[in-house]
């Protein structure tokens, strides 16, 4: 062979040595119990009317969307998740070219496309879907679900935070600068424009309209450079242009906010929280998204984005959720300490749903220094006939006061205050009453308890029935199931930061890594033979 053919861009030309070979059909290649022929009968089950409706037209010489949705989730089950990794598995790897069944391999910006602009817009959808066949095929229970959450690391850059509270109180600056501004050109030019000492960017924009007609009026040039002396009035149209855009800015910033104390300026969507992979070991906060999962049978059945840091807010709107887009609704509901609220435990049980919610004291309540406290509550005797508390001195802490709070969310709780009528000379005042902040002089103080009692029944309530042989149960399947889902996500599948911005678009992506994760389920399960099983035995005790 000439070796001047080596460099021509036909690489087909000096390709003679090899030829063709049968069998020319793929699939033979490959094996009859791959995960990627489970995840095609998958898909194909499918009702995928509202991926379709996303597209205006779909080409006939290009891979239709349940073709891509197969690629995308295929890719997530290998761990693959950038565009171009994809494009380059699709022309590379056989397993990819039977998904595709003929069709051209995707660039990288149709499956980014996909992704961003197609599956983002009807995610939820897809996940009830998925849902819904497993439900059938008896690989789910429909009635115990397992909630847990993660912090995910948003593909904005670390240092692009804007903090509300530091805003707010530029703002607060940059207002009394305007006042005083207002005031000045009243008196310097006679302008009315603050009425009942109320200053607004309307009124801003009104003072700016009238400066204006005073330099056409007066036939004022306004001059810019070195060596050349603005007048009075110049400088004063450009201080409020400048506070003008300054406060537009503040609003804008504010108004992105909304209820979070920060957001990134790369992702508007992200909040700053610090996250559990914290390399500098400071407690750096990142930006990022609180992934819900909720997990069934050992599989992700559904799954929400909030911005919350917290999972307390979290619990009733993905309850509701779920609610909405699945056929069936779940009987019990399992969570651990940190959804514990009075206003969980209601939502819960007027849904017709039981909460298995470990209390947020439970672990120290076994604990030796807990039961001997005396200055806790729990540790008192509670007489219900008389509302009233028994300390350690046999004295009664009786309710004085009853008022409403109202929680961050919005919940209205009443709240009963608690008090002895004197702890002078009472031998356990100081291990009783703590605290050093309290502006009255520790000899005048007398004990005080603040409780919500709905909050207390509903406590013990849920204590009698995770302490039961079947709540003990479900506790130890939250554990293995929800967490174990996060534990495989990001460990086993090495997911650790997202790639897409905004709230759609990371949830059309967390979509994507749980039914990867649900189909390598379903492939172990079914290998193990183990399919059909829902909950772990408790080991009982020889």
Request: charged share 30%; with cysteine.
């Amino acid at each position: 062979m000439p070796l001047n053919k080596l460099l021509q861009g036909d690489y087909t030309v000096s390709s003679f040595y090899h030829q063709i070979k049968l069998p020319l059909d793929i699939e033979i290649s490959i094996p009859s119990d791959d995960p990627v022929r489970l995840l095609s009968a998958f898909v194909e089950g499918m009702n995928l009317s509202d991926l379709y409706a996303t597209y205006d037209r779909i080409r006939k010489n290009q891979a239709s969307p349940r073709q891509m949705l197969k690629i995308a989730t295929y890719a997530a089950m290998n761990r693959i998740y950038s565009s171009r990794d994809i494009e380059s598995s699709c022309k590379r790897d056989i397993n990819f070219m039977y998904l595709l069944d003929g069709a051209p391999a995707p660039d990288h910006s149709t499956i980014a496309r996909f992704i961003s602009l197609h599956l983002s817009r009807c995610s939820k959808p897809i996940m009830a879907q998925v849902g819904t066949i497993l439900l059938e095929i008896g690989e789910i229970s429909g009635e115990n679900i397992f909630i847990d959450g993660t912090k995910i690391e948003s593909v904005a850059n670390k240092y692009t935070f804007v903090w509300k509270k530091s805003v707010s109180k530029n703002m607060n600056k940059l207002t009394e600068k305007i006042c005083l501004f207002c005031a000045e050109c009243e008196e310097f030019y006679g302008i009315k424009v603050v009425y009942e000492d109320q200053i607004s960017l309307h009124t801003l924009k009104r003072l700016r309209k009238k400066l204006y007609k005073i330099k056409e009026d007066e036939n004022i040039e306004f001059v810019h450079g070195i060596g050349k002396r603005k007048t009075v009035l110049q400088r004063s149209i450009e201080t409020l242009e400048e506070y003008i855009d300054k406060l537009k800015e503040y609003v804008n910033k504010l108004y992105k906010c909304g209820n979070r104390n920060s957001y990134s300026k790369t992702d508007t969507d992200a909040t700053f929280m610090r996250m559990k992979e914290d390399a500098m070991l400071n407690g750096q906060l990142k930006p990022g998204y609180n992934l819900q999962h909720g997990v069934d049978a050992e599989y992700v059945t559904w799954l929400e984005i909030f911005s919350n840091p917290t999972d307390t807010l979290t619990l009733i709107p993905f309850l509701k959720d779920m609610e909405e887009y699945l056929p069936f609704k779940y009987k019990n509901i399992v969570a651990d300490a940190g959804y514990e609220s009075e206003e969980n435990y209601v939502f819960i049980e007027s849904n017709g749903q039981t909460g298995y919610i470990k209390p947020q004291n439970y672990e120290l309540s076994k604990t030796r220094k807990f039961r001997n406290d005396i200055s806790r509550r729990e540790n008192m005797d509670y007489d219900p006939e008389t509302d009233s508390y028994t300390c350690r001195n046999g004295k009664k802490l009786l309710a004085v006061n009853k008022r409403n709070e109202k929680t961050a969310s919005g919940y209205k709780r009443e709240v009963t205050t608690y008090e002895c009528g004197s702890c002078n000379g009472c031998p356990f005042k100081k291990e009783c009453i703590k605290g050093n902040n309290c502006k009255t002089p520790f000899e005048d103080r007398n004990k005080r308890l603040s409780v919500s009692r709905k909050m207390e029944e509903k406590r013990i309530e849920c204590l009698e029935r995770i302490t039961s042989e079947f709540g003990t149960q479900l506790r130890m399947n939250r554990s293995i199931q929800a967490e174990g889902s996060f534990a495989n996500v990001k460990e086993d599948m090495n997911f650790r930061r997202y790639l897409y911005r905004g709230n759609e678009n990371v949830l059309a992506q967390s979509t994507l890594l749980a039914m990867a994760f649900d189909i390598n389920k379903l492939h172990h399960k079914i290998m193990s033979e183990r399919t059909g099983t829902h909950l772990f035995e408790l080991k009982k005790a020889s």
